[in-house]
């Protein structure tokens, strides 16, 4: 079987920290067989809101977002792993944690979809573009 060997860049939010899942969360990842490559425990400023979510910060729901991002340390993760992008996003489920799929994370965990406890690339190029701006020359 042929195996894509990639890296994500996954935030675990300051819901999940505060609510002491961080631990919980990243078991989750380590038990799927992915590895930990970074591990950060950082506080977004309004700057890097702004940069991290540059497609949303014209959407109505940008800032009360940008308010929770920047309430408290969240955890910035570099994970490795066979198609790790594709596989995480499918362990952390729908973004409306009311909606998400029971076994995911957030179907198991959040009952939000602003305080929906991790966010993860989506696709290589938003890998590549968020690995930039949160571990810059690292990866
Ligand atoms: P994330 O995967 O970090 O990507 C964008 C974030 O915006 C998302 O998770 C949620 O936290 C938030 N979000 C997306 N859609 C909505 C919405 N309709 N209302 C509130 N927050 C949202």
Known sequence: M???TERSL???K???VRRGL???ILSRF???GLLVDALELRTMDAALADEHYAEHVDKPFYPPLKDFM???PLAAVV???DSVIEVVRTMIGATDGRKAAAGTIRGDLALSNRENLVHA????????RELAIWFPGRF
């Open 2 to 4: 042929s195996s894509n």
């Open 10 to 12: 996954v935030l675990i």
């Open 14 to 16: 300051p819901d999940a």
């Open 22 to 24: 961080l631990g919980d």
């Open 30 to 32: 380590e038990r799927k």
């Open 70 to 72: 920047t309430s408290g």
């Open 79 to 81: 994970l490795s792993g």
């Open 121 to 128: 690339s989506d696709s290589p190029d938003s890998a590549k």
